[in-house]
């Protein structure tokens, strides 16, 4: 996913703003790889929880959001434990990252889930 993510910074730095076909292809396949998809859910759910928090809509736990915003930092950082150009084990220690700080963050996160069925703003 990393790769996919530079790729993706790389042509807008360049003025780009649409990815070509095999660019689209590529993204496709990376971010529709099955074994990901709990971990990009676990993402956009960080990413909604930040969001809601930063627009003052939920008093959220500092604790929390540094623990969120640590993952996600770990998980586009270029220089990470594991290289993500080594096939496979390259996203483990990614993998690992967003599902430990998951855990650690499950029954804040649990009751944002809640929170935001209340307010009727499910994905």
């Not at 099955?34 to 500092?62: C, H, N, Q, T, W």
């Amino acid at each position: 996913m990393k790769q996919a993510w530079n790729k993706f910074k790389k042509i807008l730095s360049k003025g780009r703003k649409h990815l070509t076909r095999e660019e689209t292809k590529q993204a496709r396949f990376i971010l529709n790889d099955p074994a990901l998809e709990p971990v990009l859910d676990k993402i956009l759910e960080f990413l909604e929880y930040i969001s809601a928090a930063s627009r003052g809509k939920y008093k959220a736990s500092m604790e929390v959001i540094v623990t969120i915003v640590a993952a996600i930092l770990y998980l586009i950082w270029v220089l990470d434990l594991i290289p993500d150009f080594i096939p496979v084990a390259g996203y483990l220690d990614d993998i690992a990252v967003i599902s430990m700080a998951a855990s650690m963050c499950a029954r804040d996160l649990e009751r944002f889930s809640k929170w935001r069925k209340k307010r009727g703003l499910t994905r």
